[in-house]
């Protein structure tokens, strides 16, 4: 399992290379911002008719999370689905993968941006959700502690000489973790954005993820 | 011209300068004559905004001069929003536009009656458009105003091509007439003495400056033309340095922003500077006042484009056109012999151009549906009248049409969704509303992430220039780079823009901008390999002479009778350089299969780049048996599955994508980030690649790479040429002659274990600075 380990608040956390969360001791794995049904949205919206392979994409990535974590509780921290009719629309091959993986586990949908409100899919649906000491949401709220989240999508970027790489990535520090996007075609937003600089503390880290986790200082906004 | 004024196709051919604008023009003003009636007669386009703006001002005052009453208007980009909308409801006689403007035009369903009177049409500088996409959506234009009005008359004003023929092929599929006007006398084109030798390489020209600021100083007016913007701006900088008589010298290039370039081009106009620091913004035929002299810093990569920019100067007919080369480096100087003595030969290089490429005619079909609903066979039929398309096979059409309509995907998602549907057998938009995106979408200029440039603290305001989104992501706080002339610090920089200060005590870093990387010129190399292989120097200035004699004896000389192949260490990395002289698409070719080849061996390619004589890899290993990379039997098995996984694939899909239709340029008026762009569109890629790599976008982007390379057969041809023999010199530091290759542009990166391993690497250096192991 290649992974980033670290402590929050007294939990002892794996960044998974693979884009998930696993809370080992308490059999939690957390994943945030699948945007599923995201290219039907678009297409409904009369955009660019995007490759209508994203929702598989996605859901063999979180599939191979299952299988490397076997966790008895998954959360999906917001934006699970692009939008509300997304949910309804999910096709039925996408539709019949999700409730396998749902089968024998406890599975709790926190509500996102996009997707506020119960969703027609079982599980549980929370607007957020505590476990210990933790807490899980869509958007970090800068007062909040030991706190789980997603909804940014961040990325950062690793220059060295001779090659670069950019990747989605978890942001780290001793009161939180913002989660990467799950979602294909989620684009991401870089870490020396603004909002990341006032979210996380000065000593954060950013662990891109891929084939291997790799660990870095948090990319700052320049002021 | 007036003799064939009723052909309904006629090519122009004149170099520049020799008045064939106006000629073009002369019959529609006799046709108009004193008392015009009402409607669009002629429509004339341009390839720049600059031009047509210029044009309309050099036709107003002979117009007023005769007393007639003809009305001329532009529309372009620049052009208000209540302007155009007038000129859709009353048009004038004659109306300048571009490429662009003119597809916009036909997106609105007034397009028909707007054209309805339409006798002619004018493409200027039609040479420079068939060499790109523009050109290609322009003329699937053109065969859309032959529906309007079948009796329209169809006119090409082009400078000196090598194959008129072709040209006139792409102009119309039918009959053409060609009409060559005299090619003037031979110009006068020679190297320019200095005193000071060019160096290895880099510099930029700047080691000529006291030769040059000579020259501006014994002519009215001097263009001076540099290959990038980037050396532009280095150039600019350096001469000013020295510019003790204060000579009026400006510098105008593409990535300025468009008030400055307007200051530079009126004050031209009215023979206020001596001299202008350019790149090929100023390439075409604009009436620059009095051009007298032309001088081409860094090898001309391409012997035509030369000639047509010789044109420029002395634009007088009859007079010969002067120009002067300054090699860059030392390379350079045989390359400028080659091409003097191409020049003299009248021997134009040139790669046969191609069909129409696919993406543009998605958008085509797209463009089409947001003026109205068509029908399949009709649209098929009118593509087939624009030249570049005559030879589309329905297959392809129905392909592209699908696309547009579906999707095209193997799984059929969208049935509810598509964006095109079929009514009593029309197809139509599903969406009208979505009339409004494909228009902010036109177009086939490659996006290349340009962020506006500003002095901090000014909110709005003219913007300096621009530079690529790539080159900023790379600045960090107090980093200082050259801007229009000026040193500028940056400061920071937000989702649209790059905020600067004045800080002229530094010295600035390189902005590294993209740049044209020129077609391939195979006859320059052959040239140049007969020149080395004679031997003799005596023709050479003594400086190259003792260069290319150091080079032998360090390393070897390049022959056409043995591959050589040199290896070195360079700033911590492992190079070698293969000097093929085959051809730049050629050595592409070899260096995308040789670091294929690497990778599997273990070898940790990075990345390489190529020009007409050698392919240059770097990586972290150090090849020790090149005649084993060779061996055409394993670079064929590479071959078929290189196609998979580089990233010169991925960069024509980025731009096939785009143009085609399957990612948005434009979202509601903010340009999508680059970056953004670019992690998407590798996404989209790989997921293509997995679920439907037979998709139709897949196809045209295979094409597209394709034609910045060549097939095995030509890889295996060159090899044979060789049979084997292989020279391989092992060197300490980097040879005399790859020392060029460093600063070339258009490196391609390889994605493999060596980047990896780097970015690892650096990873831990990261996190060991701030004391974790």
């Keep these: ?223 | 011209m007036l003799d064939h004024a009723g052909d309904p196709a006629s090519l122009l051919i004149a170099p520049t300068g020799g008045g064939k604008t106006l000629s073009g023009f002369l019959p529609t003003l006799i046709e108009l004559g004193a008392a015009p009636g009402p409607g669009l007669h002629t429509l004339y386009v341009s390839p720049l905004k600059a031009l047509a703006a210029d044009i309309r001002r050099n036709l107003l005052v002979p117009l007023e001069g005769m007393g007639l009453n003809i009305r001329v208007e532009d529309r372009t980009g620049d052009t208000s929003a209540l302007q155009r909308k007038r000129q859709r409801i009353d048009p004038p006689h004659i109306l300048l536009t571009t490429p662009e403007s003119l597809a916009l035009l036909l997106t609105y369903p007034e397009a028909p009656q707007m054209f309805a009177h339409l006798q002619r049409v004018i493409v200027d500088e039609i040479h420079a458009l068939a060499e790109s996409k523009r050109g290609d959506q322009l003329m699937l234009g053109v065969a859309r105003l032959l529906t309007f009005t079948p009796a329209l008359r169809v006119v090409g004003l082009s400078a000196t091509v090598e194959d008129p023929p072709a040209l006139a092929g792409f102009l119309t599929p039918g009959l053409c007439t060609i009409l060559t006007a005299d090619p003037g006398p031979d110009p006068d084109i020679a190297m320019l003495a200095t005193r000071e030798p060019p160096p290895w390489a880099g510099g930029g020209g700047t080691y000529a400056i006291p030769a040059i600021l000579k020259q501006v100083g014994q002519h009215k007016t001097t263009l001076i033309f540099h290959n990038t913007r980037a050396q532009a701006e280095i150039f600019f900088q350096a001469l000013w340095s020295q510019n003790e008589d204060n000579l009026p010298i400006a510098i105008h290039h593409g990535a300025l922003a468009r008030e400055q370039r307007m200051r530079v081009e009126q004050a031209m106009n009215a023979g206020a500077l001596r001299a202008v620091v350019c790149t090929g913004t100023l390439d075409l035929g604009l009436d620059w006042g009095d051009v007298d002299l032309v001088i081409q810093v860094g090898a001309p990569k391409n012997v035509k484009r030369l000639v047509q920019r010789i044109g420029r100067a002395n634009h007088r007919y009859n007079a010969p056109s002067k120009a002067l080369l300054v090699p860059a480096n030392r390379f350079e100087v045989v390359e400028c012999l080659a091409a003097l003595q191409a020049v003299r030969a009248h021997d134009l290089d040139g790669e046969p151009r191609g069909p129409g490429p696919l993406d543009v005619l998605c958008q085509h079909i797209l463009n089409t549906a947001a003026a109205g609903s068509f029908d399949a066979d009709q649209l098929y039929r009118e593509c087939l009248q624009a030249g570049p398309y005559a030879d589309l096979a329905r297959t392809d059409f129905d392909a592209c049409l699908d696309f547009a309509a579906t999707g095209g995907y193997a799984l059929r998602a969208y049935d509810r969704w598509q964006r095109l549907v079929v009514h009593h057998g029309r197809y139509r938009l599903r969406d009208a509303r979505a009339a409004a995106q494909i228009r902010l979408n036109l177009g086939t200029i490659e996006d290349r992430g340009l962020m506006k440039v500003r002095y901090a603290g000014r909110l709005g305001g003219a913007p300096l220039g621009e530079v690529e989104e790539f080159f900023a992501s790379t600045l960090t706080k107090g980093d200082t780079f050259l801007m229009g002339g000026q040193i500028v610090r940056f400061d920071s920089m937000s989702e649209m823009q790059v905020d600067v200060t004045r800080d002229p005590g530094r010295k600035p870093k390189i902005a590294v901008f993209g740049g044209t990387k020129f077609a391939t010129s195979t006859q320059l190399s052959a040239r140049i390999l007969a020149y080395l292989k004679a031997g003799d120097f005596s023709d050479l200035p003594a400086h190259t002479a003792d260069w290319l004699i150091h080079q032998s004896e360090v390393s070897q000389l390049p022959t056409a009778e043995r591959l050589l192949v040199e290896s070195f260490p360079y700033e911590g990395l492992q190079h070698t350089t293969f000097w093929g002289f085959a051809g730049r698409n050629a050595m592409q070719t070899l260096g995308l299969l040789l670091t294929r080849r690497m990778e599997v061996l273990g070898l940790h390619p990075l990345g390489f780049v190529s020009t007409d004589y050698g392919v240059m890899i770097w990586g972290l290993e150090a090849v020790t048996d090149p005649a084993a990379l060779l061996d055409p039997a394993t670079l064929r098995d590479g071959f078929e599955t290189w196609l998979a996984d580089n990233a010169l694939m991925k960069r024509s899909f980025r731009t096939v994508a785009s143009v085609a239709g399957l990612i948005d340029r434009n979202i509601s008026g903010q340009r999508r980030k680059l970056r953004q762009a670019t992690m998407s569109s590798n996404l989209l890629y790989d997921t293509l690649r997995k679920h439907d790599p037979d998709h139709v976008v897949m196809r045209i982007t295979r094409i597209e790479a394709l034609r910045g390379l060549v097939d095995f057969g030509r890889i295996e041809q060159i090899l044979a040429q060789f049979n084997g023999r292989i020279e391989h010199v092992k060197l300490d530091q980097i040879s005399p002659l790859s020392a060029p290759l460093i600063l070339e542009i258009g490196k391609v990166p390889v994605v493999g274990a060596g980047r990896a391993r780097l970015v690892e690497d650096e990873a831990r250096e990261l996190m060991r600075n701030i004391g974790v192991e």
């Design chain 1, 1 to 223: 399992m290649n992974s980033y380990n670290f402590t929050l608040h007294g939990a002892e956390l794996r960044a998974l290379a693979r884009g998930g969360l696993w809370w080992e001791s308490e059999g939690v794995l957390v994943v945030a911002d699948l945007h599923l049904g995201k290219a039907l949205r678009l297409a409904r919206r009369g955009g660019g008719l995007l490759p209508p392979w994203e929702a598989v994409d996605t859901l063999e990535r979180l599939d191979a999370l299952i299988r490397e974590t076997d966790p008895d509780v998954v959360i999906c921290l917001g934006d699970s689905f692009d939008d509300v009719q997304a949910a309804d629309d999910v096709e039925e091959n996408a539709r019949l993968w999700l409730l396998r993986l749902m089968a024998g586990r406890r599975w709790l949908w926190v509500e996102g941006n996009h997707d506020p409100g119960p969703l027609s899919l079982p599980g549980e649906h929370h607007a957020s959700f505590s476990l210990g000491p933790l807490a899980f949401r869509h958007i970090a709220q800068a007062t909040d502690i030991a706190e789980i989240s997603g909804h940014y999508h961040p990325k950062a970027s690793i220059h060295a000489k001779g090659a670069s790489l950019t990747r989605p990535c978890f942001l780290i520090d001793e009161n939180r973790v913002i989660l990467p996007a799950l979602g294909s075609l989620t684009g991401g937003m870089a870490c020396h954005e603004p909002i990341f600089s006032e979210l996380m503390a000065s000593d954060a880290i950013a662990v891109l993820t891929g084939d291997k986790v790799l660990p870095i200082p948090m990319p700052r906004h320049v002021r």
